[in-house]
């Protein structure tokens, strides 16, 4: 988790460096370019805790085909980021320990930002968020040692880079990237599985759709602050000898800004009663006032067109039964509907240690309609 947190912060770093406004001339694709790229995988499985020493003893191989689009510059977003190709992919392959971790599959949504673009080179940042299954998972009798996963199914995160060469309607690529996948203490363990993947691909352009380049969505950016309200609700686990599972019900309070079509911030108070502080005293009787907790969150918006990506850093101003842990961050994304409601999927954790996903509806108050 503290890997994948890590290579976050850089791709922060660089994106936007990389993304300053540039005072050149361009001209928009008059089509959409769809196509299917293959890739073979090789790493090894990052044993980030003392207790994972035993597990890494093979090589982590994997297979990914993914289906992209090269926009044609017909919103606002795409031509913000020059053009960034997006799309699906489906990996599978092994984590580095057949028999106690097993194999795992999984599917993803992608989007790669340019950093360097030349007439027959292309260096990106991929960024992507999807599902995986895991064949293998902890179990007391039958799999004891595995102390990473608690759970089949799992959230799946890679962040990268990849360098490519066209030639013609083709492309051969080489990519680095950290695949990372947990629960987010839904079951634990929840240690979660980090791979980092050296690999080398194959793609070909399929078909074009011309697409109506007269068009260009509304600005993101607004001159005024927007408020809203998100409710939250997650349950989790904290340890495998009683097995339960906890509610986590929360509501932030927000305002947020879009300064420009790739960049914003978020404040917010966040308010939080975390019904799994119980067990953090069970020789006292704990109140729900006690289990409250309240904090002050402020973030980073990365904004294509409606999905948001973000990511911040919190502090407590109230947490009684987790002094040990004053900060937390979130990091995850939001999609605002045209009608200023708004999904949430974050991930709050304190730093490397997951604590929970928060899964939310929301509303803008005076938030424009798209």
């Not at 606002?76 to 580095?96: A, D, M, N, T």
């Not at 004891?144 to 880079?161: D, E, H, R, Y």
């Not at 006292?284 to 990511?311: K, T």
């Amino acid at each position: 988790m503290k890997y994948f947190a890590a290579l976050f912060y850089l791709f922060i770093l660089l994106t936007s460096y990389s993304q300053q406004e540039l005072n050149i001339k361009t001209v928009a694709i008059p089509q959409d370019i769809w196509g299917i790229e293959g890739r073979f995988k090789s790493g090894f499985l990052l044993a980030h805790r003392g207790i994972m020493a035993h597990l890494p003893k093979h090589v982590a191989l994997a297979g990914e085909i993914s289906l992209y689009r090269k926009p044609s510059g017909n919103k606002k977003w795409h031509s913000s980021y020059r053009l960034p190709q997006h799309g699906v992919s489906i990996i599978g392959g092994s984590s580095g320990n057949n028999e106690v971790l097993g194999y795992f599959v999984g599917a993803y949504g992608f989007l790669e930002l340019p950093l360097i673009k030349a007439k027959h080179f292309q260096l990106d940042w991929k960024l992507s968020l999807g599902l995986s299954y895991a064949t293998k998972k902890y179990d007391a009798i039958s799999n004891p040692k595995n102390a990473s996963i608690g759970s089949n199914l799992n959230v799946l995160g890679c962040f990268g880079a990849k360098a490519t060469y066209f030639f013609q309607h083709q492309k051969i690529c080489l990519g680095l990237d950290m695949t990372h996948y947990s629960n987010g203490s839904f079951k634990v363990p929840n240690l979660g599985i980090n791979i980092p993947f050296l690999s080398i691909g194959y793609g070909q352009d399929l078909f074009r759709i011309k697409k109506d380049s007269s068009f260009l969505t509304s600005s993101l950016a607004d001159k005024k602050w927007n408020f809203g309200i998100t409710a939250i609700y997650s349950a989790k686990q904290l340890n495998m000898i009683t097995d339960n599972r906890y509610s986590v019900f929360a509501l932030d309070l927000f305002t947020r800004k879009l300064f420009t079509q790739k960049a914003g911030i978020e404040l917010a108070v966040n308010l939080m009663s975390n019904q799994s502080l119980k067990e953090n005293d069970t020789q006292n009787e704990i109140s729900q006032s006690d289990i409250f907790q309240a904090g002050i969150y402020a973030g980073y918006i990365l904004p294509f067109d409606r999905l948001h990506f973000v990511f911040g850093l919190g502090a407590y101003i109230k947490n009684k039964l987790m002094p040990n842990d004053p900060i937390y961050n979130r990091i995850g994304l939001r999609y605002l509907f045209r009608n200023r409601i708004q999904a949430h999927f974050v991930l709050k954790a304190h730093y490397a240690r997951a604590d929970y996903f928060e899964l939310g509806i929301g509303y803008v108050f005076n938030g424009k309609k798209q």
